[in-house]
């Protein structure tokens, strides 16, 4: 079993939809959880940045994590055409300076 | 300008031969990273830096080469450049609180 599991889609929903983006993992350990995003032909950016469990919202975007259940979510309010995107978990048992474990991505597609 | 910056964005060599991948950061940060992403596999990552003269093995170093002699700087060598390899290659810098910054990266086709 790989350490972090994501669907990888393409999980196509028409403008206005709410999303619900998710990645499960295996390592307890983990502690530091991020959502990265990234755009077709670029390098993934950072959107989304928790510590242990609980939930971070950001304009229309939400990070949710459970680690009873090792389960993260990402959800995404009145999706648009730009947010069409590729959006990668990931995921570090240490602060600070640590390599990061990332998901496989999920690939949006969010239909005018 | 300010950032991380990569190069060629685009390169076509052939098997067998050596290839090296540039990366610069404009911020001093101390970290430095290497990953391949491919189809069914996400992004993996090759190498590591802490900083100057200090490198050490990620998940899938086989085949490549790093060196970093200056902070800003953390080229990537494929010694015998294989198939397998064709991928695109991103370098990232890391700010601190696990926030790592991405080139733009570099597609490398092996033929």
């Known amino acids: ?112 | 300008d300010a950032g991380i910056t990569q190069s060629p964005r685009y390169k076509i060599t052939e098997t067998g031969r050596q290839v090296t991948l540039m990366c610069h950061q404009t911020w001093s940060h101390s970290y430095m990273f290497w990953y391949r992403q491919d189809l069914g596999h996400g992004l993996r990552l090759i190498y590591y830096s802490a900083a100057a003269d200090i490198t050490d093995k990620g998940e899938v170093p086989d085949g490549y080469v790093v060196s970093r002699s200056k902070t800003e700087n953390f080229p990537l060598t494929l010694e015998s450049a294989t198939r397998s390899q064709t991928s695109v290659y991103f370098c990232a810098s890391l700010a601190g609180g696990n926030e790592q910054f991405f080139g733009p990266g570099t597609r490398l086709t092996v033929l």
């Open chain 1, 1 to 112: 079993q790989k350490e972090v599991e994501q669907d990888p889609g393409p999980l196509s929903v028409p403008e206005g939809a709410i999303v619900s983006l998710n990645c499960t993992y295996s390592n307890s350990a983990f502690q530091y959880f991020m959502w990265y995003r990234q755009y077709s032909r670029k390098g993934p950016e950072l959107l989304m940045y928790t510590y242990s469990s609980g939930n971070k919202e950001d304009g229309r975007f939400t990070a949710q994590v459970d680690k009873s259940s090792k389960y993260i979510s990402l959800f995404i309010r009145d999706s648009q055409p730009s947010d069409s995107a590729t959006y990668l978990c990931a995921m570090s048992a240490k602060g600070g300076y640590s390599t990061l474990t990332f998901g496989k991505g999920t690939m949006l597609l969010v239909s005018p």
